[in-house]
């Protein structure tokens, strides 16, 4: 079975930083490309960030550029993102998910919810 | 990238269906066959629906259908059910190698 766990996730004050983990198992991490989406509190889904398979390739939503960083450790089947500089405008719940066919995303995890604040 | 554009709400009765409309540019929805679908739960994570504008994955019911004409993607959901209440979400590959979801859609069983 398809797991995604995120971790990471909490209070951080306005210009801090945080490091999200999302760890997965049941199928082999290094094959597919792994996504963050994120969803503010009642508003809909915005995507942050993809990575290919190896990590060689990167891109980000232009909210999040040049603030953000998105990493994989296949060695330990875990996907992370870095968030520096962090603004109120963060604050939502940041999913992992895995991506299969051409741009669809299969497999969520349950989310982690990050609030920048004072 | 701006958000694509769904209707707020839709509604419908148990047996009835329903059409879900996601407006797009020729830079997104137009221009490629990669819109998903995706049906969310209050307090849950997204489930996808639909893949590649028409496509259901194993397991999702032959009641959700998509397709796509111009920039306009859309899913309609045929013998509504109760359980098909939840929130809905289309997303599109856009130019740059990024995605794009859209607006969303709530979707009430009267």
């Known amino acids: 079975e398809v797991q995604l766990v995120e971790s990471g996730g909490g209070l951080v004050q306005p210009g801090g930083s945080l490091r999200l983990s999302c760890a997965a198992s049941?199928?082999?991490?290094?094959?597919?490309?792994m996504h963050w989406v994120r969803q503010a509190p009642g508003k809909g889904l915005v995507w942050v960030s993809h990575i290919n398979t190896d990590g060689s390739s990167t891109n980000y939503a232009d909210s999040v550029k040049g603030r953000f960083t998105i990493s994989r450790d296949n060695a330990k089947n875990t996907l992370y993102l870095q968030m520096n500089s962090l603004r109120a405008e963060d604050t939502a719940v940041y999913y992992c998910?895995?991506?299969?066919?051409?741009?669809?995303?299969?497999?969520w995890g349950q989310g982690t919810l990050v609030t920048v604040s004072s | 990238q701006s958000a694509l554009t769904q209707p707020a709400s839709v509604s419908g009765s148990p047996g009835q269906s329903v059409t879900i409309s996601c407006t797009g540019t020729s830079s997104d929805v137009g221009g490629y066959n990669y819109v998903s679908w995706y049906q969310q739960h209050p307090g849950k994570a997204p489930k996808l629906m639909i893949y590649e504008v028409s496509n259901r994955p194993s397991g999702v019911s032959n009641r959700f259908s998509g397709s796509k004409s111009g920039n306009t993607a859309s899913l309609t959901i045929s013998g509504l059910q109760g359980e098909d209440e939840a929130d809905y979400y289309c997303s599109s590959y856009a130019s740059s190698s990024s995605n794009v979801f859209g607006t969303g859609t709530k979707v009430t069983v009267l």
């Open positions: 049941g199928f082999t991490f290094s094959s597919y490309w």
């Open positions: 998910a895995r991506g299969r066919y051409y741009n669809a995303f299969d497999s």
